[in-house]
């Protein structure tokens, strides 16, 4: 079965700075993906990015950017610039690619931002 | 822009009680979800229906049921609400399977008394 592990409960960075989230994963599989979501304190759950695994090339998307490696089983994001209105819950999921149920989450880090 | 709508948003029960979460999604998605999320936790799937007319069990179906009335809708049913069925759902769809990103409404906070 597929697991998706985030070891860090909480982090925080400086207004403008740059921080990365850790994420790895567990899986046999070849062909799946990766995303990271956004929470926020209204709790909706809101998409940030995603990453094919068929795909060499780190998805990007404006502030945010991943750094997959696939051999590691390692998706981390990393958030450029960051602002007060980052701060949320980031939670790291798996896909499988052809499953229609398997959207695995992990644990989720919880990002505060400081002035 | 409505996307995933879920109802109601807040509810409160008592144990033994029952009710229906409705969810319904304005995007032509074939796939539709429900997930909870427990303090601390992430999302864990309870059930999820491929397309209309089929339904499957998640990781956590025990307490749960559900109906993919049509396309749009789906909804999960709690036949005798427990405690431990306090927690946030969340509908979701997608467009298909394989890796379609998933889509999520704003969640229906539950809790059993």
């Known amino acids: 079965a597929q697991t998706v592990t985030q070891s860090q409960p909480e982090m925080s960075v400086q207004e403008a700075e740059t921080v990365t989230l850790s994420c790895t994963y567990d899986?046999?599989?070849?062909?799946?993906?990766l995303f990271w979501y956004k929470q926020p304190p209204s709790r909706q759950m809101i998409l940030v990015i995603r990453q094919e695994a068929y795909k060499q090339q780190n998805a990007t998307e404006n502030r945010f950017s991943v750094n997959f490696q696939k051999a590691a089983k390692s998706f981390s994001l990393k958030i450029s610039d960051s602002q007060l209105g980052d701060a949320a819950m980031y939670f790291c999921a798996y896909r499988s690619a052809g499953d229609t149920d398997k959207l695995i989450f992990g644990t989720g880090t919880r990002l505060q931002v400081f002035p | 822009n409505a996307g995933v709508t879920q109802t109601p948003k807040f509810q409160v029960l008592k144990t033994g009680q029952s009710m229906t979460l409705q969810c319904a999604q304005d995007m032509n998605h074939n796939s539709m979800y429900w997930y909870r999320q427990d303090p601390g936790m992430g999302l864990r799937l309870i059930y999820y229906s491929a397309s209309e007319g089929t339904t499957d069990k998640g990781e956590v179906p025990n307490g749960y049921n559900v109906s993919r009335l049509n396309k749009r809708e789906f909804s999960l049913r709690l036949e005798s609400a427990a405690p431990s069925q306090t927690s946030v759902y969340f509908c979701a769809s997608s467009l298909s399977y394989s890796g379609n990103t998933i889509y999520f409404g704003e969640g229906s906070w539950l809790t059993v008394v």
């Open positions: 899986t046999s599989e070849s062909d799946y993906y």
